[in-house]
C-alpha cells in the first residue's frame, strides 16, 4: 500500500523559507517518479516540481528558480526546499507519483505566507 506523509509546513513571511519532507511507503523513490503539488483554496491542485529517476527535475515557471525537489533514496524521503516565498505560495503541500495515475493522497502540509 502507498503512503505519503508530508511535514514541515507553517506560517513564514514573505521572503522567507521553509523546507517540507514528504516520507514515502509502497514505492521506492530512485525507481518512481515523485513530485510535490499543492492546493490553494478555491483552486485546483496543481504540479509545483517533479523529479523523474534519473534524477531530472522539472518546475512550473511560477515556482522555478524559488523551489527545489530533492529525494534521499536511502530513507525513501522527498524533500522541497522553498525560498522566497511569496503570499501565492500559501496552499495544502502534498507529494504523490509524478506521472501516470496518481496513488492515495496524503494528508497533505499547510503553507501559509503572509506577514
Known amino acids: 500500500q502507498v503512503q505519503f506523509v508530508e511535514s514541515g509546513g507553517g506560517l513564514v513571511q514573505p521572503g522567507g523559507s521553509l523546507r517540507l519532507s514528504c516520507a514515502v511507503s509502497g514505492i521506492n523513490v530512485n525507481r518512481d517518479a515523485v513530485a510535490w503539488y499543492r492546493q490553494a483554496p478555491g483552486k485546483q491542485r496543481e504540479l509545483v516540481a517533479g523529479?523523474?529517476?534519473?534524477?531530472?527535475?522539472n518546475y512550473p515557471d511560477s515556482v522555478k528558480g524559488r523551489f527545489a525537489i530533492s529525494r534521499d533514496n536511502a530513507k525513501n524521503m522527498v524533500y522541497l526546499q522553498m525560498n522566497s516565498l511569496k503570499p501565492e505560495d500559501t496552499a495544502v503541500y502534498y507529494c504523490n507519483t509524478f506521472g501516470g495515475a496518481r496513488k492515495p493522497w496524503g494528508q497533505g502540509t499547510q503553507v501559509t505566507v503572509s506577514s
Open positions: 523529479i523523474i529517476t534519473n534524477g531530472i527535475t
